[in-house]
């Protein structure tokens, strides 16, 4: 819990946080298989979405006040009548970002950008038409369980960082093949106050923010002929390649992982600038001049939230998202 400092001041700025961060979000996204909202940070050719960590059901109020704790399929507000990242919307075009066989165990990888603990729970749908949508009740008769058990929840390490990549496998269903699978990650956080099933109160057991990608994936037979479905480069003939002497054949696939870009203290004061970070450093392969764009993607909290309990937390979910100058207090958070 929050400890006031100093006398009523101190009780004034603890208040404060506890308002804030009951209003702050976690981040994050469907990274392997690439997300349709994501597939821009590998080259693939479906539109920039400069708010791919955000596919939240529309926000806790939106969900859980508005309508009923619904949520789209893949993350978009229940009631939208066009959903931007179902069939039809702008970021489905079903571009198939990765290929397996049937049966196979294969990588998962996650990206938070503001963590908030809880579990992720992936689930797949025979879909072979990306003209229509897949329907919940679909992906819920075929749960992707974590390797190794019959689990189908990844619950997140309690030692994780406020910002982290988690990686971790699942096994493919046995006997399932398809064109065009869907697969849908939802990410229930534990960070709200709520009632536990056994009465008590605390952390954890309150309704989760809800957040929900979907990404469109091959199944084949083991039989197939063809390349092994790891070689990420058969699946993804756009993805570039940058030198880099650590990795295996000095050679590793660029990756877009910046959220927000500014202009750095010498260019601020240009008009526009911040914009043309945003637009040049997010796209695939960016423009981004290290001299003149910054691409912070951690915060902590300084002056009066400075040590408080969940202040850098509440930085990291106001400042590292799409245009961030608008909601993040230069008073309170730095970024780097």
């Not at 997300?35 to 979405?49: K, L, Y």
């Not at 704790?69 to 039809?88: K, Q, S």
């Not at 390797?147 to 994780?160: E, L, M, V």
């Not at 496998?169 to 939802?186: A, E, I, K, N, S």
Request: glycine letters at 10%.
């Amino acid at each position: 819990m929050l400890q006031p400092r100093g006398g009523a001041a101190g009780a004034a700025v603890a208040l404060l946080l506890l308002q804030l961060c009951r209003g702050a979000l976690g981040h994050g996204r469907l990274m392997d298989p690439p997300a349709r909202n994501s597939m821009w940070r590998f080259g693939f050719p479906n539109p920039v979405n400069y708010n791919d960590n955000e596919l939240f059901c529309g926000g806790y109020a939106v969900q859980w006040d508005q309508n009923q704790g619904r949520c789209g399929v893949c993350g978009d507000p229940w009631h939208f009548e066009t959903r931007p990242h179902e069939a039809g919307g702008q970021f489905a075009k079903g571009i198939i970002g990765r290929r397996y066989s049937m049966g196979q165990e294969i990588d998962i990888e996650i990206e938070l950008t503001a963590n908030h603990w809880g579990r992720f729970e992936l689930t797949l749908c025979p879909n072979n038409n990306p003209a229509f949508e897949a329907t919940q009740g679909c992906f819920d008769r075929y749960p992707l369980y974590v390797s190794g058990t019959r689990d189908r929840a990844y619950h997140i390490p309690p030692n994780t960082k406020k910002k982290a990549v988690l990686r971790y496998r699942v096994r493919l269903p046995p006997y399932v093949t398809c064109t065009q699978c869907v697969m849908q990650w939802t990410y229930y956080t534990g960070n709200m106050w709520g009632t536990c099933p056994n009465g008590t109160e605390a952390v954890g057991c309150g309704r989760p923010e809800t957040f929900r990608n979907c990404a469109d994936v091959t199944i084949t037979t083991s039989t197939g002929g063809g390349l092994p479905p790891e070689f990420a480069s058969s699946d993804n003939p756009y993805l570039l390649f940058v030198r880099d002497l650590r990795a295996p054949n000095y050679l590793f696939p660029l990756v877009i992982r910046s959220q927000v870009c500014l202009a750095t203290p010498r260019y601020r004061r240009i008009p526009g600038i911040d914009h043309w970070c945003e637009t040049n450093c997010l796209r695939y392969p960016p423009n981004c001049p290290p001299e003149v764009c910054h691409c912070p993607d951690s915060c902590e909290a300084i002056g009066e939230l400075a040590g408080r309990e969940g202040a850098d937390v509440y930085c990291q979910d106001k400042c590292i998202v799409y245009r961030s100058t608008n909601q993040c207090p230069a008073s309170r958070c730095r970024c780097y």
